[in-house]
């Protein structure tokens, strides 16, 4: 979910993952639907740090993210959903809402075939608030690659105390029937011992608040404007980049 530098072209994994999970179907078939729960973390330290767990997914040429997002914006967090589309360059969020640590996320995405589109939903359990939008398929691509991701790369005393967060998977079907999906654990940048652990219909991500990192060295203002690719991180890292002038 990091957007485009002028002129180049990249896709997801994008800079900006540490670990996370992919899956892969048995005979790649488009995801129809994937539905996922998970706790909010515990309130980390506040700061100018920003980073989000998410689930989400992506077709075959990696350059069409769909993802329900948990962000943590310095001092809260909040949820909602976001497609960013690598080429040409284009991000929608839908309505954001403040969550609390511990309550409990529902995100959905599901496939409307009338429309060649897909709702992309998160509400949180205990209070029924909501946040959606449709977005359409690109040229006629199919959704094939899943993720769960932990994003953005801070020192590790900025992460949440709890150092894990599970994603439980309540749902996966492939042109609209039940399928197995098999996930395979990546870590893309290894900051603070990020890990992603596999189980039986969960996926966990873990990290070590204690450990050291490449990253303890730069200053906020750095570390903001490291991070600060994407819709939702830009808009955070402004106030930082703003009160450094």
Request: aromatic content about 10%; overall charge negative; glycine content about 6%.
């Amino acid at each position: 979910m990091i957007a485009l530098l002028a002129n180049v072209v990249a896709q997801d994994p994008a800079h900006g993952w540490m670990a996370y999970a992919v899956g892969t179907m048995p005979h790649g078939e488009r995801i129809t639907r994937l539905e996922m729960t998970w706790v909010v973390g515990a309130a980390p330290r506040r700061s100018n740090a920003f980073f989000s767990p998410w689930f989400g997914m992506d077709p075959s040429d990696n350059l069409n993210l769909v993802q329900p997002v948990n962000p943590w914006s310095g001092s809260s967090w909040s949820m909602y959903t976001e497609y960013f589309q690598w080429s040409p360059t284009h991000n929608s969020n839908s309505r954001q809402h403040s969550v609390e640590a511990g309550q409990t996320l529902h995100g959905q995405l599901y496939y409307l075939e009338d429309q060649d589109a897909y709702v992309l939903n998160q509400t949180v359990v205990e209070t029924g608030a909501s946040s959606s939008q449709v977005v359409p398929c690109q040229s006629g691509k199919k959704y094939t690659v899943p993720y769960v991701v932990y994003e953005k790369t801070w020192p590790c005393s900025d992460y949440p105390p709890d150092g894990k967060v599970s994603f439980n998977i309540v749902a996966s079907e492939c042109d609209g029937a039940p399928c197995d999906i098999t996930w395979e654990a990546k870590v893309k940048d290894p900051n603070c011992n990020m890990q992603a652990v596999i189980g039986t219909n969960q996926i966990d991500l873990t990290w070590d608040t204690s450990a050291k990192s490449k990253y303890d060295g730069m200053t906020r203002d750095e570390l903001a404007k490291l991070n600060a690719r994407g819709a939702w991180a830009a808009a955070l890292a402004q106030p930082v980049e703003r009160a450094s002038v």
